[in-house]
T-cell receptor
Framework: GEDVEQSLFLSVREGDSSVINCTYT??????LYWYKQEPGAGLQLLTY?????DMKQDQRLTVLLNKKDKHLSLRIADTQTGDSAIYFC??????????FGTGTRLLVSP | GAVVSQHPSWVICKSGTSVKIECRSL??????MFWYRQFPKQSLMLMAT?????????EQGVEKDKFLINHASLTLSTLTVTSAHPEDSSFYIC????????????????FGPGTRLTVL
């Protein structure tokens, strides 16, 4: 089955690192994604990782993938107040289809 | 980057009326578009996959006669909520996938800003 789980809430101080975790179930996903949603808005693709990679770094973002444990994480370095949003991980169990996680609300305080 | 627009951004309607939501890919051709709904503080749930020139594929539990999807061109898909009821109130988000395969990313979906529907 398709079930993507995330912790619901994370609160950090500005300048700290944030780590958002995700567990997924479908090992056939070719790509895994992280999306950001600001209040009342659509989703913005932040980054993605190919399933045969362990890590991907993109400026302040670092994605770690543990395929054995089906665990994905997103680390945001030097978190800013503008990073406050809901973050969704997503797996792609079949061509075209995305299955989203439950979303993690990140709150960054000054 | 690829831009997807939705219209309207919000709509309020009376129970029993129908509402049409448009999703447009502005700078690319989208052979496939997706429709999601999102309840407050919840994740996105895929409703249907819309392929240009063919019938939409609906997810289990989604009434195809209630949520009519039309994808008549490579840049436009519409979702019509027929005989809307208060329980249909939600945030509807579309996404579009570019035709063909972009090198390195086969499933990239570009999302619209969403349409908030309130049914009174």
């Amino acid at each position: 089955g398709e079930d993507v789980e995330q912790s619901l809430f994370l609160s950090v101080r500005e300048g700290d690192s944030s780590v958002i975790n995700c567990t997924y179930t479908d090992s056939s996903s070719t790509y895994l994604y992280w999306y950001k949603q600001e209040p009342g808005a659509g989703l913005q693709l932040l980054t993605y990782i190919f399933s045969n990679m362990d890590m991907k770094q993109d400026q302040r973002l670092t994605v770690l993938l543990n395929k054995k444990d089906k665990h994905l994480s997103l680390r945001i370095a030097d978190t800013q107040t503008g990073d406050s949003a809901i973050y969704f991980c997503a797996e792609s169990p079949g061509f075209q289809k995305l299955v989203f996680g439950t979303g993690t609300r990140l709150l960054v305080s000054p | 980057g690829a831009v997807v627009s939705q219209h309207p951004s919000w709509v309020i309607c009376k129970s029993g009326t129908s509402v049409k939501i448009e999703c447009r890919s502005l700078d690319f051709q989208a052979t496939t578009m997706f429709w999601y709904r999102q309840f407050p503080k919840q994740s996105l749930m895929l409703m249907a996959t819309s392929n240009e020139g063919s019938k939409a594929t609906y997810e289990q539990g989604v009434e195809k006669d209630k949520f009519l999807i039309n994808h008549a061109s490579l840049t436009l898909s519409t979702l019509t909520v027929t005989s809307a009821h208060p329980e249909d109130s939600s945030f509807y988000i579309c996404s579009a996938r570019e035709g063909g395969q972009k090198a390195g990313i086969t499933d990239t979906q570009y999302f619209g800003p969403g349409t908030r529907l309130t049914v009174l």
